[in-house]
């Protein structure tokens, strides 16, 4: 099993940057993927980007490319989104999850575990 603890949501705005962090622990030596998701109300959930954990690789939702980074830091089993450039559909419950297979999918359902989520709003 694996434990996803999600932090840094908050009050956003316009322009600005909030960092979000997911601190996993458990058998973390299963994960191959970890993902970054978020759902607005009334809305699915939807993939805002992913990374391989032992090659770095990532990939990005068009809607966050060049404003958003994720990056791990193994040595601290955390994952981290950098969000730049903030817009205010980007307010949303954002999630970390974590996959244990061979593939980084870009569907929820394909992911075997979900931290609780933190909340990004807007200020405005």
């Known amino acids: 099993q694996v434990q996803l603890v999600e932090s840094g949501g908050g009050s956003m705005q316009a322009e600005g940057t909030l960092r979000l962090s997911c601190a996993a622990s458990g058998n973390t030596y299963n994960i191959y993927c970890m993902g970054w998701f978020r759902q607005a109300p009334g809305k699915e959930r939807e993939v805002v980007a992913r990374i391989v954990s032992n090659n770095n690789a990532t990939y990005y939702a068009d809607s966050v490319k060049g404003r958003f980074t994720i990056s791990q830091d193994k040595r601290k089993n955390t994952v981290y989104l950098q969000m730049n450039l903030l817009k205010p559909e980007d307010t949303a419950t954002y999630y970390c999850?974590?996959?244990?297979?061979?593939?980084?999918?870009?569907?929820?359902?394909?992911?075997?575990?979900w931290g609780q989520g933190t909340q990004v709003t807007d200020s405005s």
């Open positions: 999850a974590a996959d244990s297979g061979t593939w980084c999918p870009r569907l929820a359902a394909n992911y075997n575990y």
